[in-house]
């Protein structure tokens, strides 16, 4: 896979998908806006935000969309398709064309991820 330029902005990240992956994006955007995470920033090329560290990332690759949190094998009750791997607590959700999460799951996902943020610190603290 060609690595493109990182985007200047989290707009510009979005408005440069296409077709399923635009769309995918700007719904889990929107769940993950409504959830009240304040600080949304391009970082390691992707959509990342932040709530007492990172809390979880959107990321649009050729074939997939990666939603993937810091404190993800913590949420795989609410999320089972959340795969571990990674450093810190890290899972994800791999979603391809045709899949979908209902916004009222992605939305309830972001607010606990921030939560488990806020009760246990930045999760990348005790790697620092």
């Known amino acids: 896979m060609q690595k493109s330029p ?26 993950v806006r409504s959830a009240g995470l304040g600080d949304e920033r391009i970082k390691w090329g992707h959509l ?7 809390v979880l990332l959107i990321r649009a690759e050729e074939a997939r969309v990666l939603f993937g949190f810091w404190r993800g094998r913590r949420l795989r009750e609410i999320e089972p398709g959340l795969r571990p791997g990674g ?25 606990e991820a921030a939560r488990l943020n806020k009760d246990l ?8």
């Open 87 to 111: 450093k810190f607590e890290m899972a994800t959700l791999e979603l391809r064309e045709g899949m979908a999460i209902a916004p009222a799951r992605a939305l309830k996902l972001a607010r």
């Open 48 to 54: 990342v935000y932040f709530s007492n560290g990172p």
């Open 121 to 128: 610190g930045d999760p990348t603290a005790r790697a620092a």
């Open 6 to 31: 990182a985007a200047e902005s989290p707009d510009a990240y979005v408005a440069a998908l296409d077709g399923w992956r635009h769309a995918l994006v700007v719904a889990l955007r929107d769940a």
